[in-house]
C-alpha cells in the first residue's frame, strides 16, 4: 500500500509504504537493504518519482520486539461479512484495535478504538 500523506504545516509532502504478508517478509529478508529496494521498486513503477522523493524514515515492524509484525489483514469478501460487526460488544468483552477502525489507519486507528471501548463501557453504567 502507498499512503501519499499531505503535509498542511510546511512545504513538503511525506508518504507512507506498508507491506505486509509473504511480501512483507520477503523485503525483511532483506535487512537493511529493504529501505532501497522500496525506493527503488518506487522508481519503477513511477519513474517521475525520480530524483523528487527521498526516503527520510525506514521501520521494518518484524524487528520491533513488541510489534512482532503486522498480523491482521482481511481477506477479499471478510471486510463486508465482518468489518461492521466486529467492534461491537460481546457480553461483558468489548473489542478494539487497528482492525476495529472506523476514521484512521495504523496507531492512530488503535487509540481511536480504544476511546471507543472506553466510552462504551462507561456507558453501561
Not at 94 to 121: N, Q, Y
Amino acid at each position: 500500500m502507498f499512503w501519499a500523506i499531505r503535509n498542511y504545516d510546511g512545504p513538503s509532502n511525506r508518504a507512507m509504504i506498508v507491506r505486509t504478508g509473504p511480501s512483507a517478509m520477503a523485503i525483511t529478508r532483506r535487512g537493511a537493504g529493504g529501505a532501497e529496494f522500496l525506493l527503488s521498486e518506487l522508481h519503477r513503477l513511477r519513474p517521475a518519482s525520480v530524483g523528487k522523493v527521498r526516503m527520510k524514515t525506514y521501520k521494518d515492524w518484524a524487528y520491533d520486539p513488541l510489534q512482532r509484525g503486522c498480523g491482521f489483514s482481511l481477506a477479499p469478501g471478510q471486510v463486508n461479512r465482518f468489518a461492521r460487526t466486529m467492534p461491537e460488544p460481546w457480553k461483558t468483552m468489548h473489542f478494539a484495535g487497528e482492525h476495529t477502525r472506523r476514521t484512521d489507519f495504523g496507531m492512530e486507528s488503535a487509540m481511536e478504538s480504544g476511546e471507543r471501548a472506553v466510552l462504551e463501557i462507561l456507558a453501561r453504567g
